[in-house]
């Protein structure tokens, strides 16, 4: 699975949209990207997915860039319980013999502030 | 559906004890991991099956066992628990097709003396 780089932190204004890059340089063409969020050391909540188009879901937007070499994460109205870890993940689709299993990196940390 | 339930939430062992962490889930998913969680870190995954009967290890297995008799559950055993071993302990699952995305168990709190 590709290696991720995320910023360790960022802080968003409550009410703001909330970007969260990402960087995957060595991606794979059948490898996709998925978020992952943990709160407060609770088990960590999907959030999105995406391969290679824009995706959007109730929770947030995904953006991958043409290359698939980066992606960023909208939260677009961030509230104070969206303070979490986000983590960003690259791995293969379903049907591959590696799909149960997830390698997480840091994250970033996101503190929305009043 | 109860989704994913580890049991116990929270355990104290002494060095050398044993124990098995319980991992069940009610979602007919073929994909079930183990994950720890140390201070500060990201989680790292120590074991993980692709369906019953079928394991292999992740980063961290060393100190771990695991077996997966059946569809819903994917037990953790500690052998012989060291005070490295003290962690927050995820076990997950996914569908083997369709929707991919993975969903956790609310964690195993493990400390050892």
């Known amino acids: 699975d590709a290696k991720t780089t995320q910023p360790p932190s960022m802080d968003c204004a409550e009410g703001r949209a909330a970007n969260l890059p990402c960087n995957h340089s060595?991606?794979?063409?059948?490898?996709?990207v998925y978020w992952y969020r943990q709160i407060h050391s609770q088990g960590p909540q999907y959030i999105i997915h995406?391969?290679?188009n824009n995706e959007t879901n109730e929770m947030a937007s995904l953006i991958i860039t043409e290359d698939r070499k980066s992606s960023t994460l909208i939260l677009p109205h961030a509230t104070l319980r969206d303070t979490a870890v986000y983590y960003c993940?690259?791995?293969?689709?379903?049907?591959?013999?590696?799909?149960?299993?997830?390698?997480f990196g840091q994250g970033t940390t996101l503190q929305v502030k009043p | 559906n109860a989704g994913v339930t580890q049991t116990p939430k929270f355990q104290v062992l002494k060095t050398g004890q044993s124990m098995t962490l319980q991992c069940a889930q009610d979602m007919n998913h073929e994909y079930m991991s183990w994950y720890r969680q140390d201070p500060g870190m990201g989680l790292r995954l120590i074991h993980y099956s692709v369906g019953a009967g079928i394991t292999d290890q992740g980063e961290v297995p060393n100190g771990y066992n695991v077996s997966r008799s059946t569809t819903e559950d994917f037990p953790l055993r500690l052998l012989s628990a060291a005070p490295s071993q003290t962690s927050v302990y995820f076990c997950?699952?996914?569908?083997?097709?369709?929707?991919?995305?993975?969903?956790f168990g609310q964690g195993t709190r493990l400390t050892v003396v």
């Open positions: 997950a699952s996914s569908p083997g097709t369709g929707r991919t995305e993975a969903f």
């Open positions: 995406g391969l290679k």
């Open positions: 060595t991606i794979s063409g059948n490898e996709y």
């Open positions: 993940i690259v791995r293969v689709a379903h049907g591959s013999s590696n799909t149960g299993k997830l390698i």
